[in-house]
Antibody, heavy 115, light 107 residues
């Protein structure tokens, strides 16, 4: 069974940093691209970033370029999202998703950026 | 960036109804479209990939169609477990973009 379990969310002040993790199991992690998708409270879905199966390529939405970094540790079957210079508009539930086209999703982790 | 516009924004339906919702792309995205279902308090679930391919385990009452700029998700026989927000996604060119969603509710 495919499982994606996010962790690392919480309350953070504007301008500070936070790192999210997504532990994967039930499939061969290093065979798949992985992605982060977010959803602000009561809002729709937004793609955030994607990383290729081997970590050699990364893609970001414009609003997070230069502030967020997606990475992975294939030995640990874990996906990461380093979020720096956080803004109030980054407040959202962050989901990790398997594959370039989001076949499977985690349960999500809430990030609240507020002073 | 490719804008995905979904309509209607919300709709009420009854068990047994045929439901059709639309997703229009601002430019040609080929068949690089997926449909996702998000029930209240849950993570999204993919239903359809490459515009018309049903994911394993998805009931055959869900059908995706379209190509280019116009896409449709049809539920042939609405069931009590189908109320949710349905999103389309284009993955033809970065940034991947979702539509704003269609909220489907029972009368």
């Amino acid at each position: 069974e495919v499982q994606l379990v996010e962790s690392g969310g919480g309350l953070v002040q504007p301008g500070r940093s936070m790192k999210l993790s997504c532990a994967a199991s039930g499939f061969t992690f290093n065979n798949y691209d992985m992605a982060w998708v977010c959803q602000a409270p009561k809002k729709g879905l937004e793609w955030v970033a994607t990383i290729s199966y081997d970590g050699s390529s990364t893609y970001y939405r414009d609003s997070v370029k230069g502030r967020f970094t997606i990475s992975r540790d294939n030995a640990k079957s874990t996906l990461y999202l380093q979020m720096d210079s956080l803004r109030s508009e980054d407040t959202a539930t962050y989901y990790c998703a398997r594959g370039r086209y989001f076949r499977y999703w985690g349960q999500g982790v809430m990030v609240t950026v507020s002073s | 960036n490719t804008v995905m516009t979904q309509s209607p924004t919300s709709m009420f339906t009854s068990v047994g109804d045929r439901v059709t919702m639309s997703c229009k792309a601002s430019q040609n995205v080929g068949i690089n479209v997926g449909w996702y279902q998000q029930k209240t308090g849950q993570s999204p679930k993919r239903l359809i990939y490459w515009a018309s391919n049903r994911d394993t385990g998805v009931p055959d009452r869900f059908t995706g169609s379209g190509s280019g700029t116009d896409f449709t998700l049809t539920i042939s026989n609405m069931q009590a477990e189908d109320p949710a927000i349905y999103y389309c996604l284009q993955h033809n060119s970065y940034p991947w973009t979702f539509g704003g969603g269609t909220k489907l509710e029972l009368k």
